[in-house]
């Protein structure tokens, strides 16, 4: 539709970052076009408008841009999901697996308050690890987590299937074959 096809436009390729063989999909040229920029954070809240969404919780460090738009947007509270060693106070840690090795995230472990109503938000979803460990880490804390929002999905990495194991709801608004 109209909308995708406009974000798509806004979304620049690079090819061979960070390696060889990868087509980089970057958002930086979409958050610089008002208009882009403005219709992703609204086509990301439309199915939560009105549903009471208590957290917005994004993921470092692109999620933390479009957290910070979407929450304002659904007048929720904004919950940083770090990588290890970034948050001052007491965390809960969740590992995952990167293409090589592992890493790890946080949140604070006073976070989120027993069954609020959380979404995750994220410029993209590949493999999905890093968005299912910041349910598990949610989910671990109490979080009812509502569902995860994604501008761009790569279909081929088959993420969304692994967040749908876990009965989480996804929302992407574009796809990079
Ligand atoms: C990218 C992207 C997602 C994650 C998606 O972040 O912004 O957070 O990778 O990959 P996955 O679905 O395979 O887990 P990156 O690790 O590059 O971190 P950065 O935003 O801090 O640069
Ligand atoms: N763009 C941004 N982040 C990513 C990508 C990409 O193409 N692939 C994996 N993480």
């Not at 308050?113 to 979404?119: H, N, T, Y």
Request: overall charge negative.
């Amino acid at each position: 539709n109209a909308i995708s096809a406009e974000l798509i436009e806004s979304i620049r390729t690079i090819p061979n970052y960070p390696k060889e063989g990868v087509l980089f999909r970057d958002i930086t040229t979409l958050l610089s076009n008002p208009r882009a920029f403005r219709r992703a954070v609204d086509a990301l809240v439309q199915p939560w408008a009105g549903s009471k969404i208590e957290q917005v919780a994004g993921i470092e460090a692109r999620g933390f841009i479009l957290g910070g738009a979407v929450a304002h947007q659904l007048s929720a509270g904004f919950l940083p999901v770090r990588k290890k060693g970034k948050l001052p106070f007491k965390t809960l840690q969740q590992d995952y697996q990167l293409e090589y090795g592992m890493d790890t995230i946080e949140i604070h472990c006073d976070a989120v308050k027993q069954g609020e109503k959380v979404i995750v938000v994220d410029d993209l979803i590949a493999t999905g690890g890093t968005a299912e460990a910041a349910v598990k880490l949610l989910r671990s804390a109490g979080a009812d987590v509502v569902a995860a929002c994604f501008i761009v999905d790569l279909p081929e990495l088959q993420g969304r299937a692994k967040l749908e194991a876990l009965d989480i709801p996804v929302r992407t608004l574009v796809e990079f074959p």
